[in-house]
């Protein structure tokens, strides 16, 4: 009975199963629901926008000269502002040369001036003599021509001691090294008791009235720009420019304007120089940094403004001029736009697309128009959706 035992439990288990199997449920084939993509979209917003250009460039003085002395000397004094990063004012004296030679220079001009003077005046008495004479025909014309001779010499030699002293006295005021306008040191080489050489350079300045910055575009964008751009010195209004920097650890910002374009365009790169200038640019504003020479700045330059325009994610473009709706029905549909401008991320359309449409901004891996699609909640509305590149000023 023992060794039955076992086969008895297998034969029990299999009827078990069995018995299972006969009374569970039965299984009902159904057909297989189709699930329509969900995507998000955007509510069409048309709104007015300002058409930005974004390039960088490093800032530079508008001014930049070499200082140079006009006469040779020893130096005698230099002052306190002619050190690398010295400020000065227009007219300061930043150099002062030894002038003892150029007023002893001036003495023997005004010596000279007053000998002409005198040899001058007789020989205008001595050519009146001859004159007379002539008349009573008590000289022979050669004493009249050398009369007038002399007068002719004493006369041209008046006018050069004129001019002479009139040099002695520049020289003399050159002497001092004043500055041509308000500005900065970038670098000098002279000390006091150096000798300096007339012609050659001392030190580098530049003003520090206006900074400017050379920004260069791609000649396409000049499309994008007002017409103040290309001619700004036609324009009555002067176009904007906001310059962006990190310094010391915080991001900064100046105002700027468009000053002119430079007349020539790259032929490899086909970009144009724009030249923004800000005004003082050293000047103290809260917390905010000078704009110093060399640093590297990021512009925003500021266009025309366009009406009626409708900005969309870039992810809603396909085929460079295609964009999928969903209609009232919640069915795709495909249509052509005009797009006026593709910046980063974004996309400007002027043209085929209606107050409160919807655009698809979700990427659909076989789209085919008139397929169902869902929605997902809520509808993304696109005028809570600016920025500064697309916002007026």
Not at 59 to 88: A, C, D, H, N, Q
Not at 274 to 287: F, L
Not at 369 to 387: F, S, W
């Amino acid at each position: 009975m023992r060794k039955l035992l076992p086969f008895i439990i297998v034969l029990i288990g299999f009827a078990l199963a069995g018995a299972l199997i006969v009374t569970g449920p039965t299984v009902q084939s159904r057909p297989v629901a189709a699930l329509a993509p969900l995507v998000r979209v955007l509510e069409v917003q048309p709104r007015s926008v300002r058409l930005v250009t974004k390039t960088n460039g490093t800032v530079v003085p508008r001014t930049e000269s070499e200082l140079t002395p006009e006469v040779s000397g020893r130096v005698i004094s230099v002052s306190s502002s002619m050190v690398s990063g010295g400020f000065f004012k227009a007219g300061d004296e930043l150099l002062r040369i030894d002038s003892l030679d150029y007023e002893v220079a001036l003495e023997e001009a005004r010596a000279r001036l007053a000998r002409s003077e005198s040899d001058l005046v007789n020989a205008n008495k001595a050519h009146e003599r001859q004159m007379d004479l002539a008349r009573k025909q008590s000289a022979s014309a050669s004493q009249k021509d050398d009369a007038l001779n002399r007068l002719k010499i004493a006369d041209a030699t008046l006018r050069e001691s004129i001019a002479k002293l009139s040099r002695a006295k520049r020289d003399l005021d050159r002497t001092k090294i004043l500055a041509p306008y308000d500005g900065r040191v970038r670098s000098e080489k002279v000390d006091a008791g150096q000798f300096v050489n007339r012609g050659v350079s001392i030190a580098t300045i530049y003003a520090t009235d206006f900074a400017e910055v050379k920004l260069p575009i791609h000649d396409d964008e000049l499309e994008f720009l007002s017409a103040a751009i290309v001619n700004p010195e036609k324009s009555l209004h002067q176009t904007k420019v906001t310059l962006r920097a990190r310094f010391a650890g915080a991001e900064h910002e100046w105002q700027g304007v468009v000053a002119r374009t430079e007349g020539e365009l790259d032929p490899k790169t086909r970009m144009v120089n724009i030249i923004a200038r800000v005004a003082s640019p050293y000047a103290q504003q809260g917390s905010r940094p000078p704009l110093a020479i060399g640093l590297f700045v990021e512009a925003e330059i500021y266009g025309a403004q366009l009406d009626n325009i409708v900005v969309l994610p870039r992810s809603a473009l396909h085929d460079n001029d295609t964009v999928y709706l969903v209609d009232a029905n919640g069915k795709l549909e495909i249509r052509q736009v005009q797009v006026r401008r593709v910046v980063e991320d974004e996309i400007y359309v002027e043209a085929g697309l209606m107050a409160g449409e919807r655009v698809c901004v979700s990427s659909l891996a076989n789209p085919v128009r008139g397929m169902k699609l869902r929605l997902q909640a809520p509808v993304i509305n696109t005028a809570n959706n600016t920025n500064n590149a697309s916002n007026g000023l």
